[in-house]
């Protein structure tokens, strides 16, 4: 595997720098200028970077899929396909989403799909990304006869619907035990999909 280049690393601290003023300021109120002085860097060498807001974001995009990427990995690569499945359903329906991106710098690039194409797409490609990640593990189960399931495309959409839906309806509740209780009758549902109770 080559060595990442500098402009890569540059890119990336950048990106991170954009992220961590979205999360204080939003994105609306982030500006070449707050990343710059975040970065304690020249406004200059940010636009060699990113010529426009619009490239930073859809960076950031990027690196919203690379760290959702740890809900899909197992802890250990012991184990069978079926208890792969069980982890990162349990990681789809906990709280682990937070400590990945913040709620508010998401549904802040997400807003942005209803005016920006690009990033429309952008985010579109980053639903069906980790869409096809759960269906192929639910049809390798279902290959190897661990769980019965017609259609691995329908079920891995369902579950995300019930994820996405969830998610948005439990951002707005601040008790733990309620939030945790949907939380785990949401969880149970998307079992019950593939045929399973909770695990």
Same mark, same amino acid.
């Given at each position: 595997m080559g060595r990442r280049s500098l402009k890569e690393d540059q890119q990336k601290r950048i990106?991170?720098? +954009?992220? /961590?003023? $979205? =999360?204080?300021? %939003?994105i609306e109120n982030t500006s070449f200028g707050k990343v710059a002085k975040e970065l304690n860097m020249r406004q200059? #060498?940010? !636009?060699?970077? +990113? $010529?426009? =807001?619009? /490239? &930073?974001t859809l960076g950031l995009i990027d690196l919203i899929v690379m760290r959702y990427e740890n809900i899909y990995l197992s802890e250990s690569e012991e184990g069978n396909a079926l208890e792969k499945l069980v982890t990162v359903m349990h990681n789809i329906f906990s709280r682990k989403w937070d400590s990945y991106i913040d709620d508010s710098v998401f549904y802040n690039c997400f807003a942005l799909i209803f005016r920006?194409?690009? !990033?429309?797409?952008? +985010?579109? /490609? #980053?639903h069906l990304l980790l869409r096809g990640w759960l269906q192929n593990l639910i049809q390798v189960c279902? @290959?190897? %006869? #661990?769980?019965?399931?017609? @259609?691995a495309s329908r079920v891995s959409d369902l579950i995300f619907v019930i994820s996405d839906g969830a998610?948005?309806? #439990?951002? &707005? !509740?601040q008790d733990k035990k309620e939030y945790d209780k949907h939380l785990e009758r949401y969880r149970k549902e998307a079992f019950k999909l593939l045929g399973l109770e909770s695990q």
């Open positions: 990106i991170e720098a +954009f992220y /961590e003023v $979205a =999360k204080r300021e %939003g200059s #060498l940010i !636009i060699h970077y +990113f $010529a426009t =807001k619009e /490239e &930073m920006n194409e690009v !990033i429309k797409h952008r +985010f579109r /490609e #980053l279902n @290959d190897q %006869g #661990l769980i019965k399931c017609e @259609d998610y948005y309806y #439990l951002s &707005m !509740i």
